[in-house]
């Protein structure tokens, strides 16, 4: 018996917060509103650049891109978008 094997190229997408325990302890109910549109934010991008959400816990999140460089290119877009977002924020958070 001859078994095929499919074999798939895909570039995988990881982030988490940066210091999500801190802020939750410093003010969970503020942390969790900022957590919810930020990761809206980062589904809109991903979906953007065809890639999908494979998973998500806690203030993490897992995207499979079919290229390397929509990863990449979101990647960046994220980080950008975030860094906006969070201009509008004190230090501290």
């Known amino acids: 018996m001859s078994e095929s094997t499919e074999r ?6 990881c ?3 940066c210091g999500y325990s ?16 930020h990761s809206e ?3 809109r991008l991903i979906s953007r650049h ?5 998973n998500t816990a806690g203030d ?3 995207a499979e891109f079919a290229s390397v460089v929509e990863a990449v290119q979101c ?3 994220i980080q950008r978008e975030l860094a906006r977002r969070n201009d509008g924020l004190e230090t501290a958070r």
Do not use: F, Q
Not at 23 to 33: C, G, K, Q
Not at 50 to 54: A, H, S, T
């Open 22 to 37: 801190r802020l939750m302890d410093d003010d969970e109910v503020a942390t969790l509103a900022t957590l919810k549109v």
């Open 50 to 54: 065809r890639g999908r959400i494979v």
């Open 75 to 77: 990647a960046a877009e």
């Open 41 to 43: 934010a980062m589904s």
């Open 60 to 62: 993490g999140l897992m």
């Open 8 to 13: 798939k190229l895909t570039t995988i997408l």
């Open 15 to 17: 982030a988490d917060a």
